[in-house]
């Protein structure tokens, strides 16, 4: 598949990539729908860029055609046997003002690492992300509510965080200033 969905901008383009792989994956709107168990008309508002959606609810859809997340945002995977990364070279897989920086190519590896970046009001989606892993990670700059099953907790700079990730979770931030956080979660699972 050619990766051409970026924009005029030259920003990501979610609604375009979502139709390539659709449409690669010889489905209709409609089809896909059915198969990840969400409305027709939210895929086509997703398509058409009219709305965003969550890394949960693009996870679910692309779920459905076993599509993996990072497949979905990779523009190009870095080889196998790099152990450096500039800044530039990180993975971006974003969704609803949550950015998400892999480092390398997470299928290569039995942990993914990430640099993750959530804008004031930003989350993962209502619908709490649950899947085979532990994860782990820290906060770097502003203010995360964590929630974890039927626990929630606000960590700020410096505060962590490490559970099963077969647990309901959800990511949040609730603070005014952009919230920094480097995580690794094993096995990869986006």
């Known amino acids: 598949m050619e ?5 005029a901008e030259g920003g990501f383009d979610v609604g375009e990539r979502l139709r390539m792989v659709r449409e690669n994956h010889g489905l209709s709107q409609r089809g896909l729908a059915v198969k990840a168990g969400v409305t027709h008309s939210l895929i086509s508002l997703i ?4 709305v965003s959606p969550s890394v949960a609810s693009l996870k679910k859809i692309l779920e459905a055609i076993a599509y993996p997340l990072t497949d979905f945002f990779a ?3 870095p080889p196998v046997d790099q152990i450096f990364y500039r800044a530039d070279e990180l993975t971006p897989l974003s969704a609803n003002g949550v950015t998400l920086l892999q480092v390398g190519d997470a299928k290569s590896h039995s942990v ?3 640099h993750e970046f959530y804008e004031p009001g930003a989350d993962t989606g209502e619908t709490m992300l649950a899947h085979e892993a532990e994860e782990g990670g820290v906060v770097v700059a502003g203010e995360l509510e964590l929630t974890v099953g039927n626990q929630t907790r606000i960590l700020r700079r410096g ?3 490490l559970f099963d990730s077969r647990l309901p ?11 920094e956080v480097v995580s690794a979660v094993t096995p990869p699972y986006l």
Do not use: I, S, Y
């Open 3 to 7: 990766n051409t969905a970026e924009t």
């Open 47 to 50: 398509e058409k860029n009219k």
């Open 75 to 77: 523009l190009t995977l």
């Open 112 to 114: 993914q690492v990430f």
């Open 159 to 161: 505060d962590a965080f």
């Open 169 to 179: 979770h959800r990511f949040r931030n609730v603070g005014t200033e952009r919230c």
